[in-house]
């Protein structure tokens, strides 16, 4: 059941002479740059989609008051500088000048506020500062405040960080639509401007250079933080779902840049000499498995622990990645993986015996539990390969473990609109579905929202877990390190207990690129700033 196998007769042998060709057949042009990311963008509203690609498609378009630096340092971006009174419960942020919106009009402090707002209504970090909020307001057109009733000293850590979902500097026009409808129009103030009427939904995207664009002053560019220099006067986004197109095109230079080769055709793509192979990310990709609290038979913690009890880890990293290498990298795939990001301060190995790869002790668990035979709807996306392969493993595996699996294969996007619902089975409702975080979302409680349990405000899956919140919000107030790190440890244990979601394991997922592009900036996400055809 692993995708190498899956895929072993269509990949073998194959060239670049055999590959379909892509669709748009004529050569880059020199100031253009062709990239193809990993996904579709089901809408581009930032804040009410968690998915990576419309947080890459903002960063393109929009700025944030605070980058990240490849040291996870928050660097001041839009902002000049900031200044903090009465013990931390007053902020106050002076913005850099001649900032403007791709619109034409200028950044001032009320778009700020907004955006804040819209922002904190959605993001997990943002939730935990607007709860300590007294109130914002616009002081001049540059300059605005925050007062808290409690003190927040990650503040700068939330304007800054990369997670979805980031925050997005947008006219307060846009960012005054309500926070759980998506807004239609992308208009920000970064390096790029999106050409709406060109946008082809499951096609193809086109941004062009702000020529407006303001970059910081001074600096080296890093990750989020520096200047931002566009090099290219265009960007274009296609869309190609087939992998073995992508390929083609990556190896005749149709395109410039494969975000994520798969396992099966990297060995290819890799022997050609014009083409780079590289991890940008080096806190990898971390595997879930999500079940929805809210539905039988996974609103039973126990039936949700059989399946910690049955998940061997590498299976699907294997099935994901296979046994592919890059620069750096003799293994791209790694097993042991608990509730937080395996580098992070946060990490810790309580709980990881529960991980026993048995599938006959969890059957007797399901037994036990009086769920044996229980029908699962599990939610695919056949456009995402690392997707794909997981919930082909996970299906496998469920259907051995005992259960009766409804295996729905759509787009991302589609899965992505089916997994709002909180409807029942029989309603068009679901009982799980496989993703993947990047290992920075799982770095902190505060930037990982799958560990929240919060019920109907929580992510896809609302899972209900109060002795969770409690933890989270400790971290939040710990006075030193080691009280922050007792806090996470504490969390991995209820989370290893209480089940808001399964991890399935962690690899490092290679991008591609044509050798002629220079300064692609490492990090994450994929940024075209800094690039440039050399």
Known sequence: MFRRDLLAGAAAGATAATLPRFAIAQPAAARTLRYVPHANIPNIDPFTNTAFIARDHAFLVYDQLYGMNDKFEPVPQMVQGHVTENNGLLWRFTLREGLKFHDGTPVRGR????????????????????????????????????????????????????????????????????????????????????????????????????????????????????????HFDRVEWKIIPDASTAAAALQSGEIDWWEQPTADLLPLVARNRAIGVDVINATGLIGIFRPNHLTAPFNNPAVRRTVITAINQIDFMT???????????????????????????SASTVGLDRLKKSIDAARAELQAAGAMGAKLVLLNATDLASINAASLVGADLFRRMGFNVDLVS??????????????????????????????????????????????????????????????????????????????????????????????????????????????????????FWNVRRG
């Open 319 to 345: 099935a994901v990645i296979g046994d592919a290498t890059a620069p750096g990298y003799a293994n791209l795939k790694r097993e042991g993986i608990g509730y937080f990001a395996p580098e992070s301060p």
């Open 410 to 527: 759509t787009d991302w996007g589609t899965l992505v609109a089916r997994r709002a619902s909180k409807n029942p089975l029989e309603q068009g409702g679901w009982s799980g579905f496989f993703t993947f975080w990047s290992g920075v979302d799982h770095w902190n409680p505060a930037s990982h929202a799958s560990i929240r349990g919060h019920g109907d405000n929580a992510w896809a899956g609302w899972p209900t877990i109060p002795a969770l919140e409690t933890q989270r919000n400790a971290w939040f107030d710990a006075p030193d390190d080691a009280a922050a790190k007792a806090a996470t440890t504490e969390m991995q244990r209820i989370a290893f207990d209480e089940v808001p979601y399964v991890p399935t394991g962690m690899y490092y997922q290679p991008t591609a690129f044509r050798r002629n592009l220079t300064g692609m900036l490492k990090g994450q996400p994929p940024l």
């Open 111 to 230: 778009d700020c506020v907004a955006s804040i707002r819209r922002w904190g209504r959605r993001d997990a970090f943002g939730q935990e500062l607007m709860a300590r909020v007294a109130d914002m307001t616009e002081d001049s057109d540059r300059v605005f405040s925050i007062r808290l009733n409690r003190a927040f000293p990650k503040m700068i850590e939330a304007f800054s960080k990369v997670t979805t979902s980031c925050l997005f500097i947008m006219p307060e026009r846009l960012a005054n639509v309500d926070p759980f409808t998506n807004i239609t129009e992308a208009v920000g103030s970064g390096p790029f401007r999106f050409v709406q009427n060109e946008w082809v939904p499951g096609s193809s995207l086109a941004y062009v250079r702000n020529a407006d664009y303001v970059p910081v002053p001074n600096g080296t560019p890093s990750m989020t933080a520096g200047p931002k220099v566009a």
